[in-house]
């Protein structure tokens, strides 16, 4: 069994990492991307994961784009972060206006657009592969009810977790890019 983080950039990935991590679980990340003002705890990610490792016990974060490329063969639990595209996309152009390549009053609907397709292929993968078992933790209930969504994780998981510690890693401040 593979346990997988996923969801849409800016979604709430790292902070789900950072959780499993605290909580007991080992997590695989090369350290190739440092924590940065975006996700100022790191991004905890493994830029091999397309050689997709058979290490029981380890959990990987894996963009929502390569989900659909998963080899067959291997069983899956995935934590799928669901996070309102709005919020996504406002994080994600503050993320690009702090690198200085945001490209400001372009029209944002045909990103918008090919999300929500995105979103529902990823869906109709998720729910049509009798190999893959999906959590669809919301990054708002995340962020509200650490404890909550930590206790479903861990259930969902079948480990026992330090559920205190997976709660202390819920950081309000780094919620910065709300939609009104």
């Not at 659909?68 to 152009?93: A, C, N, T, W």
């Not at 503050?94 to 609907?109: A, H, I, P, W, Y």
């Amino acid at each position: 069994m593979i346990t997988i983080v996923s969801g849409l950039p800016r979604s709430g990935t790292s902070l789900m990492m950072q959780m499993l991590a605290a909580g007991g679980l080992s997590v695989l990340s090369d350290g190739e991307r440092k924590a940065d003002t975006d996700n100022p705890r790191g991004y905890l990610e493994w830029e091999r994961i397309k050689q997709l490792p058979k290490q029981p016990g380890k959990v990987v974060k894996v963009i929502s784009q390569l989900l659909l490329s998963l080899p067959e063969g291997h069983e899956y639990r995935v934590i799928f972060m669901q996070r309102p595209l709005p919020e996504v996309l406002k994080s994600q152009d503050e993320m690009l206006r702090r690198r200085g390549t945001f490209e400001g009053n372009v029209d944002s609907s045909p990103i918008e657009d090919a999300f929500q397709r995105h979103l529902m292929e990823v869906n109709r993968w998720l729910n049509g592969k009798s190999h893959v078992q999906v959590l669809r933790v919301h990054y708002h209930r995340a962020l509200r009810e650490p404890k909550a969504a930590a206790e479903a994780v861990a259930e969902f998981l079948q480990v026992p977790l330090d559920i205190e510690a997976m709660t202390r890693e819920v950081d309000q401040s780094l919620y910065r890019n709300r939609m009104k």
